[in-house]
């Protein structure tokens, strides 16, 4: 595997972490919490050469601090609440006494912290803080591992596979995705909902012009079973049955009840509509609940791809497929 292979991996993994913090995913957020504080003390270390302990092993619930190390004098607040007033609100608190000459960094673990990074900030015992150094986002990390040699990429994705979980059973998820579209592919639909299957496009700039901000590491992540949905269609519609047709019209009709809504609250409606439409089927087959919302997230991130949900900006230009 090359580095560009390992750099990717770990850019998928980090973006699937932040996704389920934003959405308080399929685990207690207290859980996914105090699961993100262990996951970045190793991480860090790694990443920064660091040696960070949780201070909550020592002290529990400590307040404005979630790692330390002692030898660098680094202290880190993990949140998954980025904005100037829990930064603060860290910065204030009476234990920062006890720690002079210590740099207090921030890490934002679900949004995105470039906006945070240009604020002034009260900081009334004069810790070491500077905001554009020290306040950390996926996509600031991520940018410091890019230019790191393959030797220590290697090392940061090793550990993220061990501790984030493997790559997605393709044969499982094959087998699954195939339930799923016969499922939805029974509702009938009429000529009006036909289109031909366009190219993926520039998937980035679709988003922005729909002002997703949640739901888009959703897309980013699941965008890259294009070709395995693709796959899928084409089987089905080898065989003169039209499922591709049927899915995307039956996920437009779905997307159609909720234009009202907000855009990300569309997004997330979608899916959990369609979840529910499988669910609710005679013909359902009883598989995992995450296998299932994960064939529901890659056909509705799918249907996106393909113009069926949302708005095109103007004068669309195509990415080859």
Partial sequence: MNRNKYFDYIEEKLNTLSTRIETKGKMNLFDIHNHSEN???????????????????????????????????ILIQVSATSTKQKIESALSKDIMKKYNGYTFKFISISKHASDLRQKNYANPYQINFTPA????DKVKILNEIRIKNIDEIKAIYEYIKKELGEDVDIVKLDSNLATIINILSEEQWDEANQ?????????????TFNELKNARDTI????????????????FDNRGVNKSNSVLASIK?????????????????????????????SNFEQIPIDELELCVDILVVDAFVRCKIFENPEEYNYATS
């Fill in 39 to 73: 996951f970045y003390v190793h991480f860090f270390n790694l990443v920064y050469g660091y040696e960070l302990v949780n201070l909550n092993i020592k002290h529990q619930n400590v307040e404005a601090i979630d790692l330390i190390d002692d030898k660098n004098k």
């Fill in 133 to 136: 150094q020290d306040i950390y």
């Fill in 253 to 281: 009709r779905e997307y159609l009840k909720f234009k009202d809504k907000d855009a990300d609250s569309i997004f997330l409606s979608v899916i959990d509509s369609v979840k529910n439409k499988v669910l609710n089927s």
């Fill in 220 to 235: 980013k992540e699941y965008c890259v079973y294009y070709r395995k949905v693709d796959e899928k269609y084409t089987e």
């Fill in 195 to 207: 289109t031909n299957i366009e190219n993926i496009f520039e998937i980035e700039r679709k988003i």
